[in-house]
């Protein structure tokens, strides 16, 4: 009954590589985050989605794209991979048309590991 | 857009003692405000929230106060104990039903000595 599941829990991949990191959320919200968490813990905001809009941090290469196949989904796909992608990446969902509910639920976070 | 700052980024204290971590922020049209604990190994949770209407909220030994006016917001833990050691976020929110961006300040990381 996890409310905010992501897989897969750690990823190792090799430099140049693509790969996609899966997100869903059972609690029926309406909007969707990425965030990178460093080596030093910082939480940077990657993207926010609904169904409506696409919210992207400039910061983010276009080699991060995030991909919305139905309101509960949001999977994070990343090409050519580089070794300053490490990190874990956390997914997390919100109610923000519910005002009161805003609150950031978090999935377990994925630590990605570029060889 | 939003900028949060947070201080400090390591706090060390003793069993039983008070712990405060300090915000500030940068937009004015910032209305909400959330603590998230991390622990080690673990994912974000959220202790406690304020809006920008609210003075000063208490939940046990944790409370966060809010001055507007001064951009501002603090997290006071009392009587810490061991199990309060983790990495703890503030963050700020400008939430309008549209577009909802919670900007994180860098996090303070609290160890309490037993």
């Known amino acids: 009954d996890t409310a905010v599941s992501q897989t897969p829990k750690y990823l190792v991949t090799q430099m140049g590589n693509d790969k996609s990191i899966k997100c869903e959320q059972n609690?029926?919200?309406?909007?969707m985050y990425w965030y990178k968490q460093d080596s030093k813990k910082f939480l940077k905001i990657m993207f926010s989605?609904?169904?409506?809009?696409?919210?992207i941090n400039e910061t983010v290469p276009n080699r991060f794209s995030p991909k919305s196949p139905d309101k509960a989904h949001l999977n994070l796909h990343i090409n050519s991979l580089e070794l300053g992608d490490s990190a874990v990446y956390f997914c997390?969902?919100?109610?923000?048309?519910?005002?009161?509910?805003?609150?950031?639920?978090f999935g377990s976070g994925t630590q990605l590991s570029v060889l | 857009g939003e900028n949060v700052e947070q201080h400090p980024s390591t706090l060390s204290v003793q069993e039983g003692d008070s712990a405060v971590i300090k915000c500030t922020y940068s937009?004015?049209?910032?209305?909400?405000f959330p603590w998230y604990k991390q622990e080690l190994g673990k994912r974000p949770q959220l202790i406690i929230d304020?809006?920008?209407?609210?003075g000063e909220k208490k939940d046990q030994r944790i409370a966060v106060t809010l001055n507007k006016t001064a951009k501002h917001f603090s997290l006071h833990i009392t009587e810490t104990q061991p199990e309060d050691s983790a990495v703890y976020f503030c963050?700020?929110?400008?939430?309008?039903?549209?577009?909802?961006?919670?900007?994180f300040g860098r996090g303070t990381s609290l160890i309490v000595h037993p």
């Open positions: 609690l029926g919200h309406d909007t």
């Open positions: 304020i809006r920008s209407n609210v």
């Open positions: 989605y609904n169904n409506k809009e696409l919210i």
């Open positions: 937009d004015s049209a910032s209305n909400y």
């Open positions: 997390a969902s919100s109610q923000i048309r519910d005002r009161g509910n805003e609150k950031l639920f």
């Open positions: 963050a700020a929110t400008h939430s309008s039903g549209g577009s909802y961006i919670p900007t």
